[in-house]
């Protein structure tokens, strides 16, 4: 499946949030999504997910979503959003029972989550004995469980300290290589956007518009011994973000 945005544009009241912004996120593609504090990324990410219309312009699906898929679009959060009452399974079972999944279907659709995302021996635990990481690998466990198309992911690592990142980020790296899911993945971290992207749409400050495109030719399993080059389009991105924070800046300077 493929999710595609058209010239879109939104505001809120008076403020112009987006404008005209349109790319595709390709069957198997992770695409990250950078730019300013405040310039409409998860306003974006809403949009493309069906939370919210877009003042102008249209996010559409097209093709057919994988079999058995519940949700062709699923989010991921940066605030894990488990339940803390519930234990690790039942958390995942959660999304099922929603979708009026019986009980042995479920057993079996957790399971199999829970083994994909290295979490079967934690199926009986409660969030609060879990670590950061370990919460954030539940909260994908719990995505992965309606079989979605595309993820939506708004900052999925970014409560996380570095060292957990990492982990997760090669974690997410490997169910990557093993089943090429779809993801819109909006991050403030350019390290994880070009660990991860197949391209990186790097937003201007409020109104987002797309200030460039850039595209990462090379195997996401080959990035971690490849990290000079990726450093250079860290760097490259981070020149284009910094002129637009300094614009930001000198904006709010101005009103203060
Ligand atoms: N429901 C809303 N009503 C009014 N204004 C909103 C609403 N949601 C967001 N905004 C405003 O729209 C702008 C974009 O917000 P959004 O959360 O999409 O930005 P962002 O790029 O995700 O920011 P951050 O990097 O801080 O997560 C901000 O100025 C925000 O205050
Ligand atoms: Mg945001």
């Known amino acids: 499946m493929q999710l595609v945005l058209q010239n879109i ?33 998860s306003t974006l990410l809403r949009i493309a997910g069906g939370l919210e219309q877009p003042g102008a312009g249209a996010a559409l699906i097209s093709g057919a979503p994988p079999e058995g898929s519940l949700n062709p679009l699923t989010y991921i959060f940066q605030d894990f959003a488990l339940l803390p009452w519930r234990t690790v399974e039942d958390n995942v079972s959660l999304v099922l029972e929603d979708h009026g999944i019986e009980r042995r279907e479920r057993r079996s659709i957790i399971a199999d989550v829970l083994a994909r995302t290295n979490l079967a021996d934690f199926a009986k635990a409660l969030p609060r004995q879990l670590s950061g990481g370990m919460r954030q690998r539940v909260a994908i466990a719990r995505a992965l469980a309606v079989k979605p198309a595309i993820m939506l992911m708004d900052e999925p690592l970014s409560a996380l300290d570095s060292q957990t990142r990492e982990l997760l980020m090669d974690d997410l790296i490997a169910l990557w290589s093993r089943e090429r899911f ?21 937003l201007s400050r409020r109104p987002g518009r ?23 389009l860290q760097r490259r991105v981070w020149e ?5 924070a300094r614009e930001a800046d000198r904006e709010i300077s101005d009103v203060a």
């Open 210 to 232: 797309i200030r460039e495109v850039v595209e990462i030719d090379m195997p996401l399993t080959e990035r971690a011994a490849r990290l000079g080059e990726l450093e250079t």
């Open 182 to 202: 779809s993801a819109c993945y909006v991050t403030h971290n350019l390290n994880e956007a070009v660990r991860l992207g197949r391209r990186i749409v790097v």
């Open 240 to 244: 284009i973000m910094r002129e637009e």
């Open 9 to 41: 544009s939104h505001r809120y009241g008076g403020t112009t949030v987006l404008e005209d912004i349109s790319f595709t996120v390709d069957d198997g593609e992770i695409v990250c999504i950078v730019g300013p504090s405040g310039c409409g990324k």
